[in-house]
């Protein structure tokens, strides 16, 4: 007889690979699935009955900002109760590591936290950190190119010169040997934005040798969209790595409709190269408030404000009307600020949600005071309204671009799938029921329909809320990235 320590039965298991679901048993012996079949016989303290239930690998999140909060929160409420198991953090350009800071984190590091929130002046203390504190999902970490920037640059509005580049390519390394799983850049933000293709390529460059990927929030997701996808593209050709464009979508009012021919130049690459991209399933964006994204005609709701946290929760429309002012004034007057941006079509987002090189990423700002509802509710959102509800993609395919998918493009090695051998990353749902409940207005709630957790064959959460047993851990890079 096996000898297990869990056991799940009857459970409907969708293992990640995009299979159609079946109905067996899955075994759980230390951090590892022992098991899979028919009727299992075994010696299991514990025996669950799963009938009716979905098992899947646990979900991964490969955008996040939760670098530090994976430290100072490690309970990770807001994923592990949407059944997520393994967070990819560093994205967008910043990183919380490596870091020196000089003053306060320039726009958009502020997202990460304060001066006081980066501790980690080389990649091999980030990790320490996070092995010493023991949160409750996964971790792995992309390095931000603007990071880098920062820590070699005595102003980020110019591009780099050879020195600096030098400096940071021996950081970038650094961090790669130490298990990074790549390059992250935010070329959109102007704490980046001068930096030219060849400052990025000087540092991808490195990236082939370790077999990890480049990940790019685009130099521009508005009207030269096209072009900044060029861009990335001709980075991951020259230094022969796979490109996963960030959150993908077309930004601002003028290119609404453009997801078509978004996605066919994604195609169209795709057939050259390894590139994907990832998405959140909201028709609304969140970040520091940009003034070059202000558009009267637009509905930008304000999260936080330096200078103003009184006006958290109102829109810049009602600010500016009781300031006496024109919107692009008061977001002067508010910056320092955060801002949601109601600037992206329901309908070009379901075509890129939909699309097959697309995996689920959160893109959630776990330090907002009054985040945008995709910190809590992205991939029951995902499984609820846009797979059950709107048929855009079939379950087996739903739970694919948030398991096997992510995990074999990012080089996890024995996760994202549900295999013998695998660790035991797994969540049961309610295919049901499963539905977020977070909101705009009520952003801060779990999502419906979870039933259990397990992160490295811990259970970690329940229908009764986390059990306080916390088994994340780092998660370096594997030796095979992207192997189709
Ligand atoms: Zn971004
Ligand atoms: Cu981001």
Redesign the pocket.
């Known amino acids: 007889m096996l000898n297990c320590d869990t056991i799940i039965r009857n459970a409907s298991v969708l293992d990640g690979s995009a299979a159609a679901s079946e109905v067996l048993d899955v075994a759980i012996h230390d951090d590892r699935i022992c098991a899979i079949g028919p009727s299992l016989e075994c010696s299991a303290s514990v025996v669950m009955d799963a009938e009716g239930l979905a098992l899947t690998p646990g979900f991964i999140d490969v ?3 939760d670098d530090t909060s994976v430290i100072r929160t490690p309970a990770m409420l807001p994923k592990l109760s949407q059944g997520v198991t393994t967070v990819i953090v560093g ?2 350009g ?1 990183s919380a590591s490596p870091v020196e800071l000089r003053g306060e984190p320039p726009d ?1 590091m502020n ?1 990460l936290g304060g001066v006081e929130d980066f501790r980690y002046p080389t990649f091999a203390a980030y990790v320490t950190a996070i092995g010493q504190v023991h949160p409750a999902v996964n971790v792995a970490a992309l390095i931000g190119h603007t990071s880098l920037r920062n820590n070699h640059m005595d102003r980020l509005d110019r591009t780099a010169t050879d020195a600096e580049v030098d400096a940071m390519r021996a950081q970038f390394k650094e961090a790669l040997d130490g298990g990074a799983l790549g390059l992250s850049s ?1 070329l959109a933000y102007l704490s980046a934005n001068a930096a030219s293709t060849e400052e990025v390529l000087a540092l991808a460059e490195l990236l082939a040798s370790h077999s990890a990927v480049y990940t790019t ?1 685009m130099r521009t997701e508005s009207d030269a969209i096209l072009d900044a996808m060029q861009e990335a593209f001709e980075i991951g050709r020259m230094s022969q790595v796979p490109v996963i464009v ?2 993908l979508k077309c930004a601002g009012i003028a290119n609404w409709g453009r997801s078509g021919e978004v996605l066919d130049a994604l195609d169209t690459a795709r057939a050259l190269q390894q590139v994907g991209c990832d998405c959140y399933p909201y028709a609304a964006g969140s ?1 520091t408030l940009d003034l070059r994204q202000v558009d009267e005609r637009v509905r930008i709701t304000i999260t936080w404000s330096t200078p103003h946290p009184e006006m958290a929760g109102q829109s810049l429309a009602q600010i500016a009307a009781a300031w006496g002012v024109t919107q692009y004034e008061a977001a002067q007057r508010l910056r320092p600020a955060g801002a949601i941006y109601h600037s992206i079509s329901e309908e070009d987002m379901r075509r890129i949600l939909s699309h097959p090189a697309t995996m689920i ?1 959160s ?1 959630g ?1 776990p330090n907002d005071p009054l985040p945008h509802p995709r910190l809590w509710g992205t991939f029951p959102r995902v499984l609820g309204r846009y797979s059950r509800e709107a048929k855009l993609f079939s379950l087996p395919e739903a739970i694919h671009k948030m398991t096997g998918m992510p995990a074999r493009r990012f080089g996890l090695e024995e996760r994202g799938l549900i295999r013998e051998g695998y660790c035991a990353d797994l969540v049961l749902f309610d295919p049901e029921t499963i539905l977020d409940t977070a909101t705009f207005a009520d952003p801060i709630r779990p999502a419906q329909g979870i039933a259990g957790v397990w992160v490295n064959g811990v259970l970690s959460y329940t229908s009764d809320g986390a059990t306080q047993n916390r088994s994340g851990r780092f998660l370096p890079r594997g030796k095979t990235a992207w192997i189709q």
Do not use: M, V
Request: aromatic share 0%; with cysteine.
């Open positions: 955008h996040t900002h994205n967008c910043i958009p997202l935010g929030h960030s959150h970040s990423g893109d700002l």
